[in-house]
């Protein structure tokens, strides 16, 4: 089981960088894939970018495809979605997510239902 922490959320205005970071305590996470997802008020949460547990692989919504990366750092026990070139639609409340995958380059599909352990979410706001 992984319990999972996220920060790096704030304002920033259009255009604009963030990096988020999802921490995890919990043993093995070398054997998870990681998901991060958001929600925007009075929307339902949605799937923006995945990795395998390995790190070779990944997938992305189609809305922040080119703009955002993910990655990891196994050893640090850690993921990151590095996103560039924020829009006002970017604006949400942005939670990762764990899977166990076994140690490999699976990308499980990017839907809620899909992942077992969730971070509280940290707050990104995109607005001038």
């Known amino acids: 089981q992984q319990q999972l922490v996220e920060s790096g959320g704030g304002l920033v205005q259009p255009g604009g960088s963030l990096r988020l970071s999802c921490v995890s305590s919990g043993s093995g996470f070398g054997l998870y894939a990681i998901g991060w997802f958001r929600q925007a008020p009075g929307k339902e949460r949605e799937g923006v970018a995945c990795?395998?547990?390995?790190?070779?692989?990944?997938n992305y919504a189609d809305s922040v495809k080119g703009r955002f990366t993910i990655s990891r750092d196994n050893a640090k026990n850690t993921v990151y979605l590095q996103m560039n070139n924020l829009k006002p639609e970017d604006t949400g409340i942005y939670y990762c997510?764990?899977?166990?995958?076994?140690?490999?380059?699976?990308?499980?599909?990017?839907?809620?239902?899909?992942?077992?352990?969730w971070g509280q979410g940290t707050q990104v706001t995109v607005s001038s």
């Open positions: 997510a764990a899977l166990f995958t076994g140690f490999g380059n699976y990308v499980p599909v990017l839907r809620t239902t899909t992942f077992g352990s």
């Open positions: 990795i395998s547990s390995s790190g070779g692989n990944t």
